[in-house]
T-cell receptor
Framework: AQRVTQPEKLLSVFKGAPVELKCNYSYSGSPELFWYVQYSRQRLQLLLRHISRESIKGFTADLNKGETSFHLKKPFAQEEDSAMYYCALSQYNNNDMRFGAGTRLTVKP | ETGVTQSPTHLIKTRGQQVTLRCSSQSGHNTVSWYQQALGQGPQFIFQYYREEENGRGNFPPRFSGLQFPNYSSELNVNALELDDSALYLC????????????FGQGTRLTVV
């Protein structure tokens, strides 16, 4: 069965510090992994996806199939990064996307 | 280009009643997915519609049903409402295909009393 685990509900770092939001998944096939972000009073939006291997707003995420992880990283956190972050997994063609419970990131000045 | 819009934004219903939530997909998108997000949880997949047919369903009972119309807008219907159905209901639309981005609406907050 597909499952996404985000072990940290809350994460707090100081501005300029590195940040890593953890995501582990279980899936028997070849998953497609995503990170979604929800800023205060805004709708859920795509941050990045593993297949495009891009860096968005300084964030990167590497799919590690051996460890079944897709951790989100940023070397220097900014206050505007404070938001709710969700890791998500889907099958081919994005049917049945499964979300983790989310991590609330707070970046302190 | 118009975004995904959902109506109503808030709704209060009584246990046992029925509710219909609506979603207008983004222009050019032919696939709509519905999610339930309980407080403190991530979105849970309810079902997905592509070209007016359901083509994926999560672990929700049959009293959760849906429709997609020729213009790709969609409805989520919930019968025999239960207190645990209280949640934020999200709609997302995209163009069917590998690795296409899903765009979310603002959601409908349903409260069952």
């Amino acid at each position: 069965a597909q499952r996404v685990t985000q072990p940290e509900k809350l994460l707090s770092v100081f501005k300029g510090a590195p940040v890593e939001l953890k995501c582990n998944y279980s899936y028997s096939g070849s998953p497609e992994l995503f990170w979604y972000v929800q800023y205060s009073r805004q709708r859920l939006q795509l941050l990045l996806r593993h297949i495009s291997r891009e860096s968005i707003k300084g964030f990167t995420a590497d799919l590690n199939k051996g460890e079944t992880s897709f951790h989100l990283k940023k070397p220097f956190a900014q206050e505007e990064d404070s938001a709710m972050y969700y890791c998500a997994l889907s099958q081919y063609n994005n049917n049945d996307m499964r979300f983790g419970a989310g991590t609330r990131l707070t970046v302190k000045p | 280009e118009t975004g995904v819009t959902q109506s109503p934004t808030h709704l209060i219903k009584t246990r046992g009643q029925q509710v219909t939530l609506r979603c207008s997909s983004q222009s050019g998108h032919n696939t709509v997915s519905w999610y339930q997000q309980a407080l403190g949880q991530g979105p849970q997949f309810i079902f997905q519609y592509y070209r007016e047919e359901e083509n994926g369903r999560g672990n929700f009972p049959p009293r959760f049903s849906g429709l997609q119309f020729p213009n790709y807008s969609s409805e989520l219907n919930v019968n025999a409402l239960e207190l645990d159905d209280s949640a934020l209901y999200l709609c997302a639309s995209r163009q069917q295909g590998r690795d296409t981005e899903a765009f979310f609406g603002q959601g409908t907050r349903l409260t069952v009393v």
